[in-house]
């Protein structure tokens, strides 16, 4: 399986930018696609996650109204627009699969890609 994310860059406060995360070889039933970040020193933490099925999303209240999380089940690809960016947004962005199997449960994370908000 790879997950290979994109779209992420430099870019002023107040600014957008939308990511996203596409994904490979996958032989199972995805049920979440999400974006986590992670700045140094800290824990990865989720930003926003979307299922499959029914497109429920759930975001981190620090991105509430202003990132959009959305998927793509036949490209298997999902994106995160973020708007009006600030420079708490800074961070290596993440993106993430979970699903299953009748025997097993899958946990797959992209390679990352920066995301940098200048004031």
């Known amino acids: 399986v790879q997950l290979q994310a994109s779209g992420g860059g430099l870019v002023q406060a107040g600014g957008s930018l939308r990511l996203s995360c596409a994904a490979s070889g996958i032989r199972f039933t995805i049920d979440v696609m999400a974006w986590y970040r992670q700045t140094p020193g800290n824990e990865r933490e989720l930003v926003a996650s979307?299922?499959?099925?029914?497109?429920?999303?759930r975001y981190a209240d620090s991105v509430k109204g202003r990132f959009t999380i959305s998927r793509d089940n036949a490209k298997k690809t999902w994106y995160l627009q973020m708007n009006n960016l600030n420079f708490d947004d800074t961070a290596v962005y993440y993106c993430?699969?979970?699903?299953?199997?009748?025997?097993?449960?899958?946990?797959?994370w992209g390679q990352g890609t920066q995301v940098t908000v200048s004031s």
């Open positions: 993430n699969v979970r699903g299953a199997t009748t025997k097993s449960g899958y946990d797959y």
């Open positions: 979307i299922t499959s099925g029914g497109g429920r999303a």
